[in-house]
């Protein structure tokens, strides 16, 4: 029994151990080193096109290339000016929230003569809980880090295209968008595909400090631990790392009565972010697309597009 003893005991501290130590890796290792690569080269292959009397507007899919960021495919929602020629286009990267590119670019209206690439995020729209997340996690955090790679070869792409301004090319991100966009940027400007305008929209620095202030989570026993284990496994997207890092100009908007974004972790966002910026508080609480909130959603999106077109970023 003294045996047995001696080795359940050796066994325990041998995982705590690798826990410990895999803990340190994670936490340790540069942010940007482990985000997947975007891949080199990719074939876009279109899904379907719609055409009315001022816009062609297209889904579509890159795949292939040699990154191993790319996963089933990049899902993308394109929409024109109908007449476009020989004429080069502003072209505005839209992170929306969860969803197709083509719900999230519902509620940007008359995008005017300039190219909408709206992105269709790689996670499931069901979460499951219990036994069946943890299961997982592994597929979850692997879908959520190639985000920033994804994103990366749609703007090489989207740059290559004969009707794109490539030196017009923006990023918006708006809630969760905007929580990923600084990870975005700072792999597109490694890959040398530098952003000209960014418009940052309810977000925050501090992943796992803003999943466990979610109502959902604060709710539930364990929140905070979970919110330490996003931390730790979400780190390489983690905006407070990339902010530093990037150049451009930038438009940030929060909320006064933000419920999923606490004012601590929007304040350390606008102090991250670097000059030359715009910072807006607007009264009211989370930007979202149900009935009592698409009034305000409307008045953001003016507001970015009012910012976008004095900055020269967008066309009318």
Do not use: C
């Amino acid at each position: 029994m003294g045996l047995t003893f001696k080795l359940g005991g050796g066994f325990i501290f041998a995982v705590a151990g690798l826990m410990i130590a895999t803990g340190a890796w994670l936490w340790l290792r540069d942010p940007l080193q482990a985000l997947p690569e975007p891949p080199r080269h990719v074939l876009a292959a279109q899904l379907s096109e719609t055409e009315t009397l001022d816009r062609i507007e297209r889904t579509m899919t890159l795949r292939g290339g040699t990154g191993n960021g790319i996963g089933n495919g990049i899902g993308l929602f394109v929409s024109l000016p109908a007449n476009t020629t020989t004429e080069r286009l502003p072209v505005i990267i839209l992170l929306g929230g969860l969803g197709t590119g083509a719900k999230n670019a519902r509620y940007v209206p008359k995008p005017g003569r300039n190219a909408l690439i709206a992105y269709d995020w790689p996670m499931p729209l069901y979460i499951p809980t219990g036994l069946s997340l943890a299961a997982q996690i592994p597929d979850f955090r692997a879908r959520l880090l190639a985000i920033p790679a994804q994103v990366t070869a749609a703007i090489a792409w989207a740059k290559k295209q004969p009707w794109a301004d490539p030196d017009r090319v923006s990023l918006l991100g708006f809630s969760l968008g905007a929580l990923v966009a600084p990870a975005v940027q700072r792999m597109a400007e490694k890959h040398g595909h530098a952003l000209y305008r960014t418009v940052l929209a309810y977000g925050g620095v501090g992943l796992g400090d803003l999943l466990a202030h979610h109502p959902r989570i604060r709710a539930l026993p364990g929140g905070e631990a979970l919110g330490i284990l996003t931390d730790l496994l979400l780190r390489p997207l983690e905006p407070a790392l990339h902010l530093p890092h990037l150049r451009g100009r930038f438009l940030v908007i929060t909320g006064y009565d933000d419920m999923f974004i606490p004012h601590r972790a929007s304040a350390r966002l606008h102090a991250l972010v670097p000059e030359p910026k715009t910072i807006i508080a607007r009264d009211g609480g989370h930007i979202g697309v149900g009935p009592d909130q698409i009034e305000l959603l409307e008045e953001i999106v003016a507001l970015s597009r009012a910012w976008l077109h004095k900055e020269h970023a967008i066309a009318r």
